[in-house]
């Protein structure tokens, strides 16, 4: 139809020249703007300050934990009554209480008025949920190359999963293993 192809740049006249000005106009502007943030994180590694626990005051209660966050986040569970939990309760944050310290539970609540139902053992750290992602993202990227991966990808996530839920035992203590 007469549309050059393979070609670096188009014949003039042919009512591309504003389009390709704006492209490279947006390529040079794209570099400048990753050249300023590249400089400005090498000059804040270098001499920037130290952020703190919560650097913007804010009220919400991801900043409630230290930066960077412990392993288990909170020490204890602590009650939230409103949006703004950290503005409500400057000096200490209210926290659970009557949850086990000798294992881990977590405190079930009604849907609507969020009233405490019953306390929930929850389970221990395991391998399981991270080797039923490595297989679950073997089995999605598998299907982009074939059906078969389907197929043949949901033999060794159904290992993963069956191990993952796999009933345990109670130990002595009246915990499972």
Known sequence: MGMPRRVYTYPSGMGWEPYNQLSTLGGVLLFFSVLIFVINVLVSLRRGMTAGDNPWDSGTLEWATTSPPKPYNFAFTPVVDSREPLWEHRE??????????????????????????????????????????????????????????????????????????????????????
Not at 149 to 177: I, S
Request: charged content about 15%.
């Open 92 to 177: 200490v944050l209210p926290v659970m209480e009557g949850l086990s310290t000798a294992k881990r539970e977590v405190l079930t609540t009604s849907p609507s008025e969020a009233e405490p139902i019953s306390r929930q053992a929850s389970p221990e750290p395991s391998i399981w949920p991270f080797l039923s992602a490595i297989a679950t993202t073997i089995v999605l990227l598998g299907t982009i190359f074939s059906e078969w991966a389907l197929v043949w990808g949901a033999l060794p996530l159904g290992v993963v999963l069956t191990g993952w839920f796999w009933p345990t035992r109670p130990r002595a203590g009246g915990e499972a293993q």
